[in-house]
């Protein structure tokens, strides 16, 4: 896998942009702290890019899945550095309305560039590597966020709010320069693809019924997003209740590294234990983790609590990926990508509201145990049907 040039430049590529995407994230959010001051409102305008992406999403996989994955990338990236201008003229403008077409045109591309990305990543290694390829490609994006956060301190001090955003462009920009050098062999499943009916989600839902472990697995990253939905408002409201700026960079930092330990741990785990068992483990551990944001207005229960969630969604997610990838037959691969973006995204968005609001209404420790027993209730419904399932499998088969 080290060989292929085209693994080094989808992970260099994700490096570069991923230092970009954090510099926007933390502007956004020194941005938003300066302009909107409920939490509320916050999320409601992080919400508008998301439905944006939402709304674009059956079109964006049938244009994935009949055209070239590299084609696909780089226009969405080419938009994705377009997007960057709207925020710099919302800074000059002091215009929260800018930032909101900002956000939305960012999240479009985002909508034809991730299910892109996601499709290509099998085409350019083999199906044994790809846990590991999933596993070392999530780590790049974390290690690119833990600089991206540290830089993005250093540059809020040393630097305009513009600037912040002017670096974030050009970072965009070197992601497409590298896409361009991408090959990828897709001529004969580009004739599979145009040989399809590609009428959108239609004819994906009945390939999907049929993979038992793939809808599990779809169910089962609920959990996760309820933690991920809210991150960066938590994130804020864990910084204002014990009055630090420092302990933000402290707890994307921790969750990072502790994100990239999971990530190179679950290849091992993997040897040991089946992808349910691991999803349900992590799950239910990804539970624990926001009961313990109840704590968070002291720093070392919070910080904990970040690094067993980080940990935790290390494990999760690659194994997830790889079920994806390898049981979804390919000429669906944008599509069915495409729709998990999609539902990523409206669950993104409903948990993104609902942490806004019930930070305002409850606070930090009323929404942990609400979401805490939500995502252990999920786990724990889930598991059991899992597990009635196998039963019933294991008699059918005895009876046979």
Request: charged content about 15%.
């Given at each position: 896998?080290?060989?292929?040039?085209n693994?080094?430049?989808?992970?260099?590529?994700?490096?570069?942009?991923?230092?970009?995407?954090?510099?926007?994230?933390?502007?956004?959010?020194?941005?938003?702290?300066?302009?909107?001051?409920?939490?509320?409102?916050?999320?409601?305008?992080?919400?508008?890019?998301?439905?944006?992406?939402?709304?674009?999403?059956?079109?964006a996989?049938?244009?994935?899945?009949?055209?070239?994955?590299?084609?696909?990338?780089?226009?969405?990236?080419?938009?994705?550095?377009?997007?960057v201008?709207?925020?710099?003229?919302?800074?000059?403008?002091?215009?929260?309305?800018?930032?909101?077409?900002?956000?939305?045109?960012?999240?479009?591309?985002?909508?034809?560039?991730?299910?892109?990305?996601?499709?290509?990543?099998?085409?350019?290694?083999?199906?044994?590597?790809?846990?590991?390829?999933?596993?070392?490609?999530?780590?790049?994006?974390?290690?690119?966020?833990?600089?991206?956060?540290?830089?993005?301190?250093?540059?809020?001090?040393?630097?305009?709010?513009?600037?912040?955003?002017?670096?974030?462009?050009?970072?965009?920009?070197?992601l497409?320069?590298?896409?361009?050098?991408?090959?990828?062999?897709?001529?004969?499943?580009?004739?599979?693809?145009?040989?399809?009916?590609?009428?959108?989600?239609?004819?994906?839902f009945?390939?999907?019924k049929?993979?038992?472990?793939?809808?599990?697995?779809?169910?089962?990253?609920?959990?996760?997003?309820?933690?991920?939905?809210?991150?960066?408002?938590?994130?804020?409201?864990?910084?204002?209740?014990?009055?630090?700026?420092?302990?933000?960079?402290?707890?994307?930092?921790?969750?990072?590294?502790?994100?990239?330990?999971?990530?190179?741990?679950?290849?091992?785990?993997?040897?040991?234990?089946?992808?349910?068992?691991?999803?349900?483990?992590?799950?239910?551990?990804?539970?624990?983790?926001?009961?313990?944001?109840?704590?968070?207005?002291?720093?070392?229960?919070?910080?904990?609590?970040?690094?067993?969630?980080?940990?935790?969604?290390?494990?999760?997610?690659?194994?997830?990926?790889?079920?994806?990838?390898?049981?979804?037959?390919?000429?669906?691969?944008?599509?069915?990508?495409?729709?998990?973006?999609?539902?990523?995204?409206?669950?993104?968005?409903?948990?993104?509201?609902?942490?806004?609001?019930?930070?305002?209404?409850i606070?930090?420790?009323?929404?942990?145990?609400?979401?805490?027993?939500i995502?252990?209730?999920?786990?724990?419904?889930?598991?059991?049907?899992?597990?009635?399932?196998?039963?019933?499998?294991?008699?059918?088969?005895?009876?046979?």
């Amino acid at each position: 896998m080290w060989r292929n040039k085209n693994v080094w430049i989808l992970l260099i590529g994700e490096f570069v942009a991923g230092l970009g995407l954090w510099l926007g994230i933390i502007g956004n959010l020194e941005f938003m702290q300066e302009k909107v001051p409920s939490d509320f409102m916050k999320s409601v305008i992080l919400a508008a890019g998301l439905l944006a992406g939402v709304a674009i999403g059956p079109f964006a996989g049938r244009v994935t899945d009949q055209l070239k994955k590299k084609t696909v990338m780089l226009v969405a990236g080419f938009a994705r550095t377009i997007s960057v201008v709207f925020m710099l003229i919302a800074i000059q403008t002091d215009s929260v309305l800018w930032m909101v077409v900002f956000l939305v045109v960012i999240q479009i591309s985002a909508a034809f560039y991730f299910p892109a990305l996601q499709a290509a990543i099998p085409l350019v290694v083999k199906d044994h590597e790809l846990l590991q390829m999933n596993g070392v490609h999530m780590n790049v994006a974390t290690l690119s966020r833990i600089l991206g956060t540290a830089v993005a301190g250093i540059f809020l001090v040393m630097m305009s709010l513009s600037m912040m955003y002017v670096a974030s462009l050009a970072a965009y920009f070197c992601l497409v320069i590298m896409t361009f050098f991408i090959k990828i062999d897709e001529d004969e499943d580009q004739k599979k693809h145009f040989s399809k009916d590609n009428s959108g989600f239609k004819n994906l839902f009945p390939i999907v019924k049929q993979l038992p472990i793939v809808t599990m697995t779809l169910i089962m990253t609920m959990v996760p997003l309820l933690f991920i939905g809210g991150f960066n408002l938590i994130v804020i409201n864990i910084s204002e209740i014990q009055d630090s700026s420092l302990i933000k960079s402290w707890i994307y930092t921790a969750e990072g590294l502790s994100f990239m330990i999971g990530a190179f741990s679950v290849k091992r785990l993997s040897m040991k234990l089946s992808p349910y068992t691991i999803l349900f483990l992590f799950s239910f551990i990804i539970g624990l983790s926001q009961l313990l944001l109840f704590f968070a207005s002291n720093p070392v229960l919070a910080i904990i609590a970040f690094v067993t969630f980080g940990f935790s969604v290390g494990c999760f997610f690659p194994t997830a990926a790889t079920i994806f990838q390898t049981r979804v037959p390919k000429e669906y691969h944008g599509r069915f990508f495409s729709f998990r973006n999609m539902l990523d995204r409206i669950i993104f968005q409903v948990v993104l509201l609902l942490t806004g609001l019930m930070l305002d209404l409850i606070g930090l420790k009323g929404m942990a145990i609400v979401f805490g027993i939500i995502s252990l209730s999920i786990t724990g419904l889930f598991y059991v049907k899992y597990r009635r399932t196998a039963s019933t499998r294991r008699i059918e088969v005895n009876i046979v």
